[in-house]
């Protein structure tokens, strides 16, 4: 049973980089044709795409985000990452770390976690 | 920009029938846009509940299923339940842009 958590600064400063680490535990990262995405929510509003990985190492972002994101795969530690540039305000929101089992589903979800962009 | 619609709210009596929509601005959704629909409740993460349109988990209830209603996809809820009450919210697939797009989610009250 795959599952998911992240981790990563509770608090960042504008104009700096996000740092985000979703960790995989239950199975590997690379095995098989799974999908690994990121997803936030500001407070109070709903959910927002911003990218996928898959395990060929192809990747997909929202449009609105492309230039800022990053989205990339840690083999050997079981691990993907989110790097958001130039950060402000606007991104504060829980971030949410989802597994996809097949290419048309997010079938597994991290608990998210808190990130405020503030100075 | 790509816009998914969804009802801001729904109230259904408890045992009731209710219907949800996720409409598209590029137009008719069909099942190239793997409709999926996520139930989350306050301070948790979403739960996936359909995939393709159609598809239950191992841990959908029953009572949740998915289709395709007048151009738009649609989740309907029969024998609605007290702890149905939640967030809703779709997410389709554009295949031109190979992005998901959510939908503004949909307010259940179980009243």
């Known amino acids: 049973q795959v599952q998911l958590q992240e981790s990563g600064p509770g608090l960042v400063k504008p104009s700096q980089t996000l740092s985000l680490t979703c960790t995989v535990s239950?199975?590997?990262?690379?095995?098989?044709?799974?999908?690994w995405s990121w997803i936030r929510q500001p407070a109070g509003k709903g959910l927002e795409w911003i990218g996928r990985?898959?395990?060929?190492?192809?990747?997909n972002y929202n449009p609105s985000l492309k230039s800022r994101v990053t989205i990339s795969v840690v083999t050997s530690k079981n691990q993907f990452s989110l790097r958001l540039t130039s950060v402000t305000a606007a991104d504060t929101a829980v971030y949410y770390c989802?597994?996809?089992?097949?290419?048309?589903?997010?079938?597994?979800w991290g608990q998210g976690t808190l990130v405020t962009v503030s100075s | 920009q790509t816009v998914v619609t969804q009802e801001p709210s729904l109230t259904v009596s408890p045992g009731g029938t209710v219907t949800l929509t996720c409409a598209s601005s590029?137009?008719?959704?069909?099942?190239?846009?793997?409709p999926n629909w996520f139930q989350q409740k306050p301070g948790q993460a979403p739960r996936a509940l359909i995939f393709?349109?159609?598809n239950k988990y191992s841990w959908t209830p029953a009572r949740f299923s998915g289709s395709l209603l007048g151009g738009k996809a649609a989740m309907t809820l029969s024998g609605v339940q007290p702890e149905d009450e939640a967030d809703y919210y779709c997410?389709?697939?554009?295949?031109?842009?190979?992005?998901?797009?959510f939908g503004g989610g949909t307010k259940l009250t179980v009243l």
């Open positions: 989802a597994g996809s089992s097949v290419y048309s589903n997010y079938d597994r």
């Open positions: 990985i898959y395990t060929s190492g192809n990747t």
């Open positions: 590029t137009g008719a959704v069909t099942s190239a846009y793997y």
């Open positions: 393709d349109t159609d």
């Open positions: 997410l389709l697939y554009y295949d031109g842009g190979q992005l998901w797009v």
């Open positions: 239950g199975g590997s990262i690379s095995s098989g044709n799974y999908y």
